[in-house]
């Protein structure tokens, strides 16, 4: 049974904080996202990678950087946490262009 | 413009009946479409995949539109677990790049 787990379901930061999202998957993909969920918005796309140490800026980038260092970790840092980086924050995982499997989501609430 | 826009909803149908849902991709270059579901606070898991030729599921049926470029889901017999946010999901002719609609909230009533 695939599987994407996220390293924390809820998350709350101070304003200015560093904050690290990790995501692991264990299918062996080369392709993973990280995104964010607002309503009314849908998922917009924050970062992919295609490979270790490969990433490419999504829709949204500003405020937001990762890392991949081995190619079941991807982890979604935010330099300087701020109020509008509230959201709910989705990594995921495929091997192509087909399916896309989801971790559970980490719900961010910055004060 | 967005690049895939659907109806937020909600639809408030009851047990038993047929609802049907649209959704408009701007980028003709698309290549791939999918129908995910997500359930309140839990993450999207695909539904379906929407084949050129349209494709069937159980009581679920996909259509794909390309030349109005839009792709539909018909849901028959609509269930109480059936309730839940539908989101269309386009692929560009990069597989890195997933488009997500906003997602359609459906509502099945006893």
């Known amino acids: 049974d695939v599987k994407v787990t996220q390293s924390s379901r809820y998350l709350v930061k101070r304003t200015g904080e560093k904050v690290f999202l990790e995501c692991v998957q264990d299918m062996d993909h080369e392709n993973m996202f990280w995104y964010r969920q607002d309503p009314g918005l849908g998922l917009r796309l924050i970062y992919f990678s295609y490979d270790v140490k490969m990433k490419e800026k999504g829709d949204i980038p500003e405020g937001y950087s990762v890392s991949r260092e081995k190619k079941e970790r991807f982890s979604l840092i935010l330099e300087s946490a701020s109020t509008n980086q509230t959201s709910m924050y989705l990594c995921a995982s495929t091997l192509g262009p087909d399916t896309q499997y989801f971790g559970p989501g980490t719900r961010l609430t910055v004060l | 413009r967005k690049e895939v826009e659907q109806d937020p909803g909600p639809f408030n149908v009851p047990e038993g009946a047929t609802v049907a849902f649209n959704c408009t991709y701007s980028?003709?270059?698309?290549?791939?479409f999918f129908w995910y579901r997500q359930d309140c606070r839990k993450e999207p898991k695909l539904l379906m995949s929407?084949?050129?030729s349209g494709n069937e599921d159980g009581r679920f049926t996909a259509q794909l539109n390309r030349a109005s470029q839009y792709i539909s889901l018909l849901i028959r017999d609509s269930k109480l677990s059936d309730s839940a946010t539908y989101l269309c999901v386009v692929n560009l002719y990069n597989f890195n790049k997933f488009y997500f609609g906003s997602g359609t909230k459906l509502n099945v009533k006893p």
């Open positions: 929407v084949y050129s």
């Open positions: 980028n003709s270059a698309s290549q791939s």
